[in-house]
């Protein structure tokens, strides 16, 4: 395994530079679209660099863009990566660098909020990508939900997305995005990163956080039951549980949990909401 950044990058074939290869393939930033490139070279492979180990690991790159990330990806021992883009600009940028990397490198022309990604490659799977940030929510809940398929994410969010991520309970980014996200894996964030460092820059601070799936994961009824149950808590925030769960039998599982139906839903561990989807799901299969 290459020991350094510089070692890395000397696996790689001499490439066109990422700026030639941009306006070349014409491929001016679409806000649309959440682009905002990664061309340092120092920080893509310290991005990959962030997934851990990838010898022998297949990897799901989202939303390749020019290819930056997907070069640092290809400079590690990574068994394959697929990346899957929803612009076809970038999809022909990323198939002539296949074209350097025969049967390790392969392009999918998909939106990925709707491509089953885990169909694309053999486990075991990660996914690295810089996201685009108008998906990313909704991209990160799906992936969630197939926790069993994951070895590993590695991916860039918002600071303020990742902080929701990874948010302790009774602290001001904690709501139904960290549960989620902290009852199905282990959260980190491992790199803050300033508008500046990408093409064209954000308005915002990004982060890479680091997503492990736990070793045992939630049925898929479960998953559900979970998403209810916070989607009720917080969706009324300032409002005591006994109110903001009416809808659900929020006396019943107050009860049942032994849960304090006068606290607010920021003040509960996952572990305790965890119970109330336990509960829930108990409920709604007795009815
Ligand atoms: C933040 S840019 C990252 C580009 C590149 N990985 C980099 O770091 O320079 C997000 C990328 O995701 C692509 N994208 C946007 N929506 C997508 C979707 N629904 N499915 C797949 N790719 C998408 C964009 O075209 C863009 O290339």
Redesign the pocket.
């Known amino acids: 395994m290459p020991a350094n950044i510089r070692e890395s990058e000397a696996l790689l074939p001499a490439l066109e530079s990422?700026r030639d290869v941009i306006s070349r393939h014409g491929l001016d930033a679409?806000k649309a679209?959440?682009?905002?490139?990664?061309?340092d070279p120092d920080i893509?492979a310290r991005i990959a660099a962030l997934a851990g180990k990838l010898e022998g690991r297949h990897v799901v790159?989202?939303?390749?863009?020019?290819?930056?990330?997907?070069r640092a990806l290809l400079a590690t021992p990574a068994a394959s990566v697929t990346a899957?883009?929803?612009?076809t600009r970038?999809v022909g940028i990323i198939t002539e660098l296949a074209a350097h990397f025969p049967g390790r490198l392969s392009v999918v022309e998909?939106?990925?909020?709707t491509?089953d990604l885990t169909t694309l490659c053999p486990a075991p799977r990660h996914i690295v990508?810089?996201?685009?940030?108008?998906?990313a929510t909704p991209?990160l809940i799906g992936w969630l939900r197939q926790g069993n398929a994951w070895e590993r994410l590695t991916l860039?969010f918002q600071l303020e997305v990742a902080e929701r991520i990874c948010a302790a309970p009774d602290s001001p980014h904690y709501g139904r995005l960290g549960v989620l996200a902290q009852w199905c894996a282990q959260c980190a964030i491992v790199m803050k990163l300033p508008p500046g460092a990408?093409t064209p820059p954000p308005a915002v601070w990004s982060a890479v956080a680091s997503i492990i799936p736990h070793a045992t994961q939630p049925e898929p009824a479960l998953f559900k039951a979970m998403e209810r149950v916070t989607a009720a808590a917080f969706g009324q925030r300032r409002k005591m549980l006994r109110g903001s769960l009416k809808s659900l039998k929020g006396e019943q599982l107050l009860a049942e949990t032994g849960i304090d139906g006068t606290r607010r839903a920021e003040t509960l561990s996952v572990a305790e909401f965890d119970c109330l989807a336990k509960a829930h799901l108990a409920l709604s299969r007795a009815s």
């Not at 679209?33 to 061309?39: A, I, K, P, R, S």
């Not at 899957?84 to 612009?87: H, S, T």
């Not at 998909?110 to 909020?113: Q, R, T, V």
């Open positions: 990422l679409r679209l959440g682009q905002h490139f990664l061309l893509t790159e989202v939303g390749p863009g020019p290819g930056g990330l997907t899957v883009e929803l612009d970038a998909a939106d990925a909020l491509q990508a810089n996201l685009p940030y108008n998906v991209l860039m990408f």
